[in-house]
């Protein structure tokens, strides 16, 4: 039994998501335990992971209550999305929704959001010092991360937007 606080982290097997999950376990008096989120459980970085001392949980950023259900009894949440997966700025979206409606739906009192700078702030769609690409963006992967903070807000999750971009 420990007394720690949970950090259910996602994308615990790759860069940023393993990075974390890693400090939190050399950081024995950090007052924090690591839940590794990750699609596959048994996966080879996973496995080591849990030998590691996180906790595992199956999840999908695809599915909402899968996600609710890794989120249940966490502290926090550190939230990440993996655009290069399937380069699409409409499937991310639906991602970082059902990500912050899962954090909100599991009760999880903090969130890290890894987002990135919405570029259309300061080159607007009109402006043609850059293409508009896919219609609607600038940067893609930079433009949806950054418009998904919003989901953040009006859902009311405290959120910490980590933007590393720049």
Not at 74 to 91: G, I, N, R
Not at 107 to 132: A, C, F, Q, Y
Not at 137 to 143: G, I, N
């Amino acid at each position: 039994m420990t007394d720690k606080r949970t950090i259910a982290v996602v994308g615990a097997t790759g860069a940023q998501g393993g990075g974390l999950v890693r400090a939190i376990l050399h950081d024995p008096t950090g007052g924090f335990a690591a839940r590794a989120i990750t699609r596959d459980p048994d996966a080879p970085k996973a496995v080591a992971l849990r030998k590691a001392g996180a906790e595992i949980a199956g999840a999908s950023i695809d599915h909402e209550d899968s996600l609710v259900r890794a989120f249940d009894g966490a502290y926090a949440a550190y939230l990440v999305t993996f655009f290069w997966d399937h380069m699409s700025p409409e499937k991310e979206a639906e991602e970082i929704g059902n990500l912050a409606r899962a954090a909100k739906k599991a009760g999880v009192k903090h969130v890290i959001w890894s987002t990135l700078e919405d570029t259309r702030r300061w080159v607007p769609l009109n402006d043609d010092r850059m293409p508009t690409l896919m219609g609607n963006y600038k940067v893609p992967h930079l433009d949806v991360k950054g418009a998904g903070d919003q989901v953040f807000r009006d859902l009311g999750v405290p959120t910490t937007f980590l933007a590393t971009s720049c």
